[in-house]
């Protein structure tokens, strides 16, 4: 009975690839995240997103895009696929305001 | 946000009490103090946070100094599947666009049998 989940766990795409990774929250929480943890283990917020605001963190490139079908998904697009983006990326939800949030299992995305 | 420092490793005996330690002398009034931790391969889990008082759940202490300038997470009984890296986060309560938290290098703590 997972409360956050993602889809897939592993990726492997080449470089030039546009990709999405999927999330789902049965919470009934109206807020949702992104965060990005890189081979340095530095886990960092891309974006927050509720049916209100779209906060985007200002050094993630447009390549990357939410998108989300509806309040329980969240889902995460890159386009154009670099080296770079090689990295766990992990959603999370909450309420909105609310201090404690609900991470999923991670997604770990390798650029070849 | 204020910026946090804390010890790169700990290491803790199993059934001792863990005290991870962080310091954020720059805090402003309104920030909170949160903690997490990641178990290797998984998602961070959220501890435990505060404002200005002493907090306590299920899972841990949080004990915040006068002036609010450090604090200490305690797990009072440590386990050895409390191995994990914990992060100490100072962050603003954020209205309805959520919390966006900024975490660092994190304290890993290994508890040894």
């Known amino acids: 009975d997972t409360a956050v989940s993602q889809t897939p766990k592993y990726l492997v795409t080449q470089m030039g690839n546009d990709k999405s990774i999927k999330c789902e929250q049965n919470?009934?929480?109206?807020?949702m995240y992104w965060y990005k943890q890189d081979s340095k283990k530095f886990l960092k917020i891309m974006f927050s997103?509720?049916?209100?605001?779209?906060?985007i963190n200002e050094t993630v490139p447009n390549r990357f895009s939410p998108k989300s079908p509806d309040k329980a998904h969240l889902n995460l697009h890159i386009n154009s696929l670099e080296l770079g983006d090689s990295a766990v990326y992990f959603c999370?939800?909450?309420?909105?305001?609310?201090?404690?949030?609900?991470f999923g299992p991670g997604t770990r995305l390798t650029v070849t | 946000d204020a910026k946090t420092t804390q010890p790169t490793s700990m290491d803790c005996a199993e059934g001792r009490a863990a005290n991870l330690p962080c310091n954020h002398s720059t805090i402003s009034g309104n920030e909170y103090v949160y903690w997490y931790r990641q178990i290797h391969s998984q998602g961070p889990q959220y501890i435990i946070h505060g404002l200005k008082n002493n907090e306590t759940n299920e899972m841990a202490s949080l004990i915040i100094t006068e002036d609010r300038k450090s604090s200490t997470l305690i797990l009072p009984h440590a386990t050895l599947r409390d191995t994990a890296v914990y992060y100490c986060i100072v962050r603003v309560a954020s209205g309805e666009g959520g919390n966006q938290f900024y975490f660092g290098t994190g304290t890993s703590l290994t508890v040894i049998p």
């Open positions: 997103y509720n049916n209100k605001e779209l906060i």
């Open positions: 919470l009934g929480h109206d807020t």
């Open positions: 999370a939800s909450s309420q909105p305001g609310a201090h404690e949030q609900y």
